[in-house]
């Protein structure tokens, strides 16, 4: 498994956002994880990176505990929703900035070829379009070799061109086994992408499956009113 969470409980003030999370990711796949605002998807996201702190609970990265070892994280490559760049370096200095961070062995000429960046290099981040700071911060999630994938988001901001170049990195990236984990509110590109749905309703895994497997416990006939029909009280009552 690449990873495994046991028992995951977090309470933010008198807020229990996460409630006894199960989960087993293996190797290989695309995740989406899904859920309505509120459900626990960012702080299980973040747990897994080590930017929450769990209340109560184990997860395992590649068969190795987390706690107390941050040199996980360097398995583990993070497309950030919102990417907070310092707006007044240029692009080729964050990219030489996160080399000198990461110290491994990276592939971006090959990626700033692909999204069209060359003429971007010298200009610093705070003149680039939100579709332009995208670009640079998937290249600095792709430019590594990490098994463990993480995606908040990623379409956000990009054109037609450049995100049908970050599905065929995507689904490069699994060609070699590695694990994917992807958000998104763009059904259509989860649709597409993902190998298992996980589907988070008040801080508990509430589905995990495929998109077939997805629509026939619901019912549904299309994906979208599939994930709805999932947030309805009825559901919930009749699932849980």
């Keep these: 498994m690449t990873i495994e969470i046991n028992n995951l409980y977090k309470k933010f003030g008198k807020n229990q956002v996460l409630k006894g999370v199960d989960l087993n990711i293996g190797k290989g796949h695309i995740y989406a994880v899904l859920g309505p605002n509120g459900s626990g998807k960012t702080t299980l996201i973040k747990s897994i990176l080590g930017m929450v702190i769990p209340d109560k609970g184990d997860i395992s990265i590649l068969e190795k505990s987390i706690k107390k070892d941050w040199r996980y994280r360097k398995q583990i490559n993070y497309l950030p929703q919102i990417a907070n760049f310092p707006p007044n370096i240029k692009v080729k200095e964050l990219l030489h900035m996160i080399k000198d961070l990461r110290n491994s062995p990276s592939e971006e000429e090959t990626l ?92 508990e895994i509430y589905f995990k499956g495929t998109i077939g497997q997805l629509m026939e416990q619901t019912g549904q006939h299309d994906f979208e009113h599939a994930i709805a029909a999932l947030t309805t009280t009825e559901s919930h009552a009749e699932n849980s």
């Design 112 to 203: 700033i070829a692909l999204f069209g960046l060359e003429p971007f290099l010298s200009k610093k981040l705070s003149t680039l379009s939100g579709g332009t700071k995208q670009k640079v911060n998937i290249v600095l999630t792709f430019m590594f070799d990490s098994p463990l994938i993480i995606l908040d988001e990623p379409t956000t901001g990009l054109d037609p061109k450049a995100l049908i170049c970050l599905k065929g990195l995507i689904l490069n990236e699994k060609a070699k086994g590695k694990t994917i984990l992807i958000t998104s509110h763009i059904m259509q590109f989860v649709e597409e992408m993902a190998d298992e749905v996980l589907y988070l309703l008040e801080g």
